[in-house]
């Protein structure tokens, strides 16, 4: 009986020793990504100014997320984001990474100064760029290159700063994400149509194909920075919450290229925007301000959470927005 018992005990360990091994095997389930915690976004550049800072066509803000510190654009003028961070009590020489949303001089004029002036004091200021894909084409004009980054491309790397060129998302910090190239899902033409560039393919419209932005992760939601969102703000928020993650969209921050906006896509730009619920938005640069005052209305925002950017205005994330007298 005792030799019956353990043939018996050894054969149901083999008949159990296949499922224990298939379940120690299995691939663990994956691990939640990181969300920002501490965040704030502080304008540097956009036409709203007070007294004591610069105001100009353009746009730059920086971005700290749980100690991270990122440039976002930067500006028109070489000096004026670094005259504006200079007036606010910033300090970007400690900045090393910065974010070009496209090839446009409002948004990169500052650049190659704001790289020459900080280095001086920390080496590694501003000294790696990130780009989308398609922002070095040529853009021939009546007039000679139109594309102002293939000059500043030499003179930032002859001072020592280096390019990231990116054709997807990617994550630059934990919780913190640049979109990359957006897909243009739906026909957003947020650009003028009469530029051409001179792409692989040959000479095509300039529909601005590196366009990109940023997006912070947060437990409240999603926090997205745009330049002019030439790709089109609900393309692009549609492809933060694709790749990052489908949460309500928490705040958009800058410039959404609709000042030229008619009644019919403000509606259905204010429709989607409804539907992702948005909580804040500070229309900055080429929002433009009638167009920040008709989405505050059809989105269903107030003026505490909904207001035209200014120089040295913030979002910060448990806050909400600053916009500052002048926008408030």
């Not at 054969?11 to 224990?20: K, R």
């Not at 491309?153 to 390019?163: D, K, P, Q």
Request: aromatic content about 6%; proline content about 5%.
């Amino acid at each position: 009986m005792k030799s019956l018992h353990l043939l018996l005990c050894a054969v149901v360990a083999l008949v159990l020793a296949p499922s224990v091994h298939a379940q120690a095997s299995a691939p663990e389930s994956k691990a939640p990504r990181a969300r920002v915690k501490n965040l704030r976004v502080t304008v540097l550049s956009t036409m709203l100014a007070e007294d004591h800072v610069l105001g100009e066509w353009g746009f730059s803000a920086l971005v700290e997320a749980d100690g991270h510190r990122i440039l976002f654009d930067t500006g028109y003028f070489p000096n004026t984001v670094l005259q504006n961070a200079k007036a606010l009590g910033i300090d970007l020489s400690t900045v090393t990474e910065v974010i070009l949303s496209h090839h446009h001089d409002d948004h990169t004029g500052g650049l190659v100064t704001l790289r020459r002036e900080l280095s001086k004091q920390n080496p590694a200021a501003l000294s790696r760029a990130h780009v989308g894909q398609g922002i070095f084409w040529s853009r021939p004009g009546k007039s000679g290159e139109g594309n102002p980054m293939v000059a500043f491309r030499t003179a930032y790397e002859a001072a020592g700063g280096s390019f990231v060129e990116h054709e997807g998302p990617i994550e630059l910090a934990p919780g913190v994400w640049l979109t990359g190239p957006v897909p243009r899902t739906y026909p957003e033409r947020n650009w003028s149509g009469k530029a051409q560039m001179q792409s692989p393919k040959g000479l095509v419209e300039d529909n601005l194909p590196e366009d990109q932005s940023l997006v912070i992760d947060t437990e409240q939601g999603l926090v997205v920075v745009s330049g002019c969102g030439h790709a089109g703000i609900i393309n692009t928020l549609e492809y933060a919450r694709k790749q990052v993650r489908e949460a309500p969209i928490l705040a958009i921050l800058g410039g959404l290229h609709l000042f030229r906006a008619d009644e019919q896509v403000l509606a259905w730009t204010a429709r989607k925007l409804k539907e992702m619920k948005l909580a804040h938005l500070m229309g900055a640069h080429c929002t433009g301000i009638e167009a920040v005052f008709r989405l505050r209305e059809l989105v269903g925002l107030t003026r505490r959470t909904c207001v035209v950017g200014a120089v040295g205005a913030s979002f910060e994330l448990g806050k909400g927005l600053d916009p500052l007298d002048i926008a408030r």
